[in-house]
């Protein structure tokens, strides 16, 4: 897949999650392998209008993690179009335009999936963000606000035309929030309608699932957001980069230790806050310390643990003896996930 002058291999995006996708669990992700683009947690372009020195620090994105794509919501064209120019200056390689976040206090400002509501306003941010900056536009939407009013198909051609360069579809609409199934016809009628790069995302926990969305949508690429959360493995065994089911628990210990070593190098929260975001981050690595990590103060403390839970596993040799599916012995007190098939 080609967006704009990046080639995206393969063709594999890391949907951006508040409060998970920081620089750590990107580069996390990247450096297990198998993941061709990522995408920055949502950033109000208004904070950036109004107090840039305080929304600079919600950035922790670096250029040389191109291709990935810096994601700003808003719902006033000239606002984002400034936003827009300020983070390319920074040196964002790709924008990712936000209009699936249904949460109130994006919504009320008239950003995120308040847009899917409006085509004729929902263009001219785009058409503004597009004259901006001259680096790859992207977008994200859902299906519409609601499943009765869909607006995803006009809304992706006339994003085209105003120079959009990708597209990413969570197929649900705005009232759903993550309720009910997906509906993958709306990644077919949006893939039918346009030109350009269509990612289908919504529920893709397997490779299995992943290959059936791209046979019934015809999408070009898969974006995963939650299966990744604790698994940030999941696109190098998808890629078929490490063998498929839940690694034991030494070597998941292993990720998550890397997982902290990535936060204490890049978080741009101060020990505190970043140790608070990083409790639920390891728990979902199922190593059944949950008390344990609950009372994590600082990253010493995080260091200690984990460095013990995985028992001096070092994660360069991941590749050589993460043990095939077939072979693991269930550790007790960690929990099974669903196993993603190993690609042929
Ligand atoms: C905790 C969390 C935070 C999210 N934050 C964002 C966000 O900042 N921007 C965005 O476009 N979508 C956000 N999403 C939506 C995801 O990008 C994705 O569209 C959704 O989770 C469906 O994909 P999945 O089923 O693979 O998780 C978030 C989802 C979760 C669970």
Redesign the pocket.
Known sequence: MTIGFYHIEPATCL???????NRAFRELCRELGGLGLV????VSSQALEYSRQRAMSFFDFDPSEAPMAV?L?GGDPQTMAEAARLVVDLGAPMV?I????WVPKVVKKGG?AALLGDVCQATAVVEAVCKAVEVPVTV?V?SGLTAASETAVPFARAAEECGVQAI?V?A?SAEQG?SGR?DWGVITRVRQAVNIPVFG?????TLEEALQMQRETGCHGW???????GAPWIFAQWAGLLPGGIPPLPWRAAVALRHLQLTERFSSLNEFKAVRELRGQLSRYDLGVREQLVRLENYAQARELLKRLSGGVELTDLREHWRPPHLPAPESGATERPQSPVPP
């Open positions: 949907a951006p999650m508040a409060g998970h996708t995408c920055t947690e949502l994601q919501f990712d936000n209009m699936g976040c995120g994200k859902r990413a969570h649900r993550f997906p995302n919504g529920d893709l926990t974006m995963v957001g939650r299966a990744a959360l």
